[in-house]
């Protein structure tokens, strides 16, 4: 999620960026009008807070006095409704201000190219020679799916549109290739971890 304080600080610039990904650019404006919602009302609690600190002292030195504070009395708990009032507001605008942070993507890296499809697409680096061969080529779905080694349906079912379950020795391969990866960084220092596989909401926000 975005630093606020890197929005506030340049927001022409942040929206040029996001604008070569398209991106709806009155959220960053939503963003900011959030961000002085929630410095306001900061302020107004805070200061609230304050005035019924100090008119809670009065209250007691007017008591240790033998005088009447009813009056004192009535005034703070006519602020202290309106601190809680305003805390609940503040909330409210702190939680909207961080959704709206989080449906903000990722800068583009400045040598991004930009464009309106995949054929904008920069080649940066080509290796070898594409192989020919003497037969028709098939597609690595039409082969994994002829074979009953990738089954897209089934992980339609199970997450949705592009993604595929493996299965057989295509799954075994997978494992296989995870494996060697971790092996290799060991070697290099890695330290191997295997986290709890349910986490709390916070942890994957």
Do not use: C
């Not at 040598?111 to 697409?121: A, E, R």
């Amino acid at each position: 999620m975005h630093n606020l304080k890197d929005i506030e600080a340049n927001p022409e610039s942040f929206k040029a960026n996001l604008g070569q990904r398209k991106f709806d650019l009155s959220v960053v404006d939503t963003v900011l009008e959030l961000n002085q919602k929630r410095k306001a009302l900061i302020g107004t609690v805070e200061t609230t807070q304050a005035e019924i600190k100090k008119i809670s002292k009065e209250v007691g030195l007017k008591k240790r006095n033998g005088e009447d504070a009813t009056e004192l009395m009535e005034k703070v708990v006519a602020l202290k409704a309106s601190v809680e009032a305003d805390s609940k507001n503040l909330d409210e605008v702190k939680d909207s201000l961080e959704y709206t942070l989080s449906t903000i993507p990722n800068l583009l890296a400045e040598d991004t190219p930009v464009g309106d499809s995949d054929t904008d697409n920069v080649e940066i680096k080509k290796w070898g020679k594409p192989r020919t061969f003497d037969f028709s080529v098939s597609d690595h779905v039409d082969l994994g799916e002829t074979l009953g080694m990738l089954d897209f349906e089934a992980a339609s079912k199970l997450t949705g549109a592009r993604f595929v379950v493996y299965k057989d020795k295509l799954a075994r391969l997978e494992r296989a290739l995870a494996n060697f990866m971790l092996d290799h960084q060991l070697d290099k220092g890695y330290t191997e971890i295997i986290p709890p596989f349910i986490v709390h909401e916070r942890a994957l926000y």
